[in-house]
């Protein structure tokens, strides 16, 4: 069997998501009747959840693969291994010679990181993957400061009630706004309770392109 690339490198930045990488893996020969194909990643640098490989014609075999964003700078080296099975189980493997590939992810320092702050408090710091989002008490004031400039987007979804931003303030690396929440009607909101969430977003200007989004709860105090 013989792959195209082989080994399997990329590089680039912690968070970096939307890298796609194409693999090509093609066999002396297949068997006669239908097979099943997939691929096993050993070491859990890529964030693909399911590998799915498809025929790319004749005794030729084809993925695209992204490299996990969650990987922490440094070197990442694991293996994927390609089955051809009897069965879409994979209970009944075909045995291959050469069907193991060698990757290596050197991943640098994240290219845009966000901190976010409650009334001055930080809270966490969110790269361009997933992470933990803090819920926010009514009346709170978030900033958020980017490592890089970026440009801002934001917006607010509600399910009873109302969530309120005011003294919206923005520049190239910075995002603020005190966050107020209701009830129905505009009626205090119960400890607790949630009317809604505000949602704020940050993209870098230019190459590489790197976004990150964030979710936060809205709660009465």
């Not at 050993?42 to 990987?71: I, K, M, R, Y």
């Not at 933990?132 to 987007?153: C, H, K, Y």
Request: with cysteine.
């Amino acid at each position: 069997m013989s792959w195209d690339p082989n080994p399997l490198t990329a590089s680039y930045a912690q968070g970096q998501q939307g890298l796609e990488l194409h693999l090509q893996a093609t066999l002396s020969s297949l068997p006669s009747r239908s097979v099943y194909a997939g691929l096993v990643d050993d070491a859990g640098g890529l964030q693909d959840t399911q590998l799915e490989v498809e025929s790319a014609g004749g005794n030729s075999f084809e993925t695209w693969v992204h490299p996990s964003c969650a990987l922490a700078p440094g070197d990442h080296q694991g293996h994927l291994t390609l089955m051809i099975c009897q069965d879409a189980s994979c209970a009944q493997p075909y045995a291959l010679s050469g069907n193991v590939l060698p990757y290596r992810f050197t991943v640098s320092e994240p290219s845009l990181a966000v901190t976010i702050k409650f009334d001055g408090v930080t809270k966490d710091v969110a790269l361009a993957c997933n992470h933990p989002i803090p819920d926010m008490i009514s009346g709170q004031t978030i900033t958020l400061e980017a490592s890089v400039p970026v440009e801002w987007s934001s917006g607010v979804a509600i399910s009873v009630g109302d969530v309120i931003l005011s003294n919206v303030q923005s520049t190239a690396t910075t995002w603020s706004a005190t966050v107020t929440g209701t009830g129905y009607n505009g009626a205090p909101l119960p400890p607790g309770a949630s009317p809604g969430s505000v949602s704020i977003g940050a993209h870098t200007i230019g190459v590489p392109y790197t976004a990150v989004s964030m979710a936060f709860k809205v709660v009465g105090g």
